[in-house]
């Protein structure tokens, strides 16, 4: 696992930069699908700070679909979505938005918002 570092002059909680760089080392393959990810308590006396900022980073990443929790084997980063999962996706928001009468640069701005919350 790459080393995480937490910076307590950074704005960001201690729980959003885990869930960020777990994020950014699952996404450029720095931690590959299936990788075992430590505990939350390792995980968290490793870096010094509480359980519960390491289990909320995991609960985040475990509903954004980059990490799988399988009880006692352990917590592992998540085979990455497949194109198609992500085009079924945007063909699902394409109708969703023309039901809804929104327009596509309403929709694109949309999509640009949610991107940019992560």
């Known amino acids: 696992m790459p080393d995480l570092a937490l910076d307590p002059s950074l704005p960001e909680p201690p729980f959003e ?3 960020r760089q777990v994020a950014a ?3 450029s393959g720095d931690l590959p699908a299936g990788s075992r990810l430590p505990t939350v308590r390792a995980l968290a006396a490793e870096l010094g700070i ?9 609960r985040e990443l475990e509903a954004d ?6 009880g006692r084997r352990g ?3 998540a085979a990455p979505a497949a194109p198609a999962d992500v085009g079924a996706a945007a063909a699902a928001l ?3 938005a023309r ?13 640009a918002d949610a991107w940019s919350s992560d």
Not at 65 to 70: A, K, N, S
Request: hydrophobic share 60%; net charge positive.
């Open 25 to 27: 080392g699952a996404a």
């Open 75 to 77: 917590t592992f980063i």
């Open 50 to 58: 509480a359980v519960n900022t390491v289990a909320r980073a995991y």
């Open 94 to 96: 394409a109708a969703a």
């Open 17 to 19: 930069q885990l869930r």
């Open 99 to 111: 039901r809804a009468g929104v327009t596509l640069a309403q929709a694109q701005r949309l999509l």
């Open 65 to 70: 679909g980059i990490i799988i929790t399988e």
